[in-house]
Nanobody, 127 residues
Framework: QALLVESGGGLVQAGGSLRLSCEAS????????MGWFRQAPGKEREFVAA????????YYADSVKGRSTISRDNAKKTMYLQMNSLKPDDTAIYYC????????????????????WGQGTQVTVSS
């Protein structure tokens, strides 16, 4: 069993930056990959970025590519999402998730392939 806790959300002006963190707890934590998803009001939850826990392969949604950097610290069992040049369209609740095993080529972007989810952290970007 793993518990994921996000932090780092907040209110920021357009063009600003935020760094989200996701800390995992649990005696043994070695997922296949971890990801960030977001859900804006009235919209479905969507993929933002993912990173393989070993090997470090990284994937980004087109909407954040070039403006965001995902990273992880295996020793701290923590994943990060540095978001720059934020836009009002980035306003959403951001969730981190852990996928325990590989289930397919594009599984990193599929919600249903993730086993554990955090409670979310609100990011609000004002114009």
């Amino acid at each position: 069993q793993a518990l994921l806790v996000e932090s780092g959300g907040g209110l920021v002006q357009a063009g600003g930056s935020l760094r989200l963190s996701c800390e995992a707890s649990g005696r043994t934590f070695s997922p296949y990959c971890m990801g960030w998803f977001r859900q804006a009001p009235g919209k479905e939850r969507e993929f933002v970025a993912a990173i393989r826990w070993t090997g470090g392969y990284i994937y980004y949604a087109d909407s954040v590519k070039g403006r965001s950097t995902i990273s992880r610290d295996n020793a701290k069992k923590t994943m990060y999402l540095q978001m720059n040049s934020l836009k009002p369209d980035d306003t959403a609740i951001y969730y981190c998730a852990a996928q325990l095993v590989a289930t397919g080529t594009y599984a990193y972007a599929r919600l249903n392939d993730y086993n554990y989810w955090g409670q979310g952290t609100q990011v609000t970007v004002s114009s």
